[in-house]
């Protein structure tokens, strides 16, 4: 589990005054990696989607909430749920991991 916020400034938004999407795809996908690599072990992204559902605002905080649904072997499946602080939803992202080896903490460098 991993819960980040954001807040959207000017240089973040796109000709129509709102979240650039990448910005938006980038917090939910940091969201995902902390939350895929909080076992401590070495973990990367396999495949990922995401569904813009509203548009962010300048000036609005976005927060992004990494759940675990699933983890077998090697693999697991994430959802992250981005929102403003006040709870109006933004973006929905699903995410899948693949474990490669080694620590994040105190493992081989360059793993």
Do not use: W
């Not at 474990?99 to 493992?107: F, S, T, Y």
Request: charged content about 15%.
């Amino acid at each position: 589990h991993a819960t980040l916020s954001m807040p959207v400034r000017s240089d973040m938004v796109n000709g129509h005054h709102i979240c650039h999407g990448g910005m938006i795809f980038t917090l939910a996908d940091t969201a995902f990696a902390y939350a895929c690599n909080s076992y401590n072990q070495t973990t990367v992204a396999s495949a990922c989607h995401v569904d813009f559902i509203a548009p962010a605002k300048e000036g609005e905080v976005l927060q992004a909430e990494a759940s675990e649904r699933s983890a077998s072997g090697r693999t697991g499946v994430y959802d992250v749920t981005v929102r403003t602080t006040e709870g109006k939803l933004i973006a929905l992202f699903r995410g899948k991991s693949h474990r490669i080896g080694g620590e994040v903490i105190g493992g081989p460098q360059g793993a």
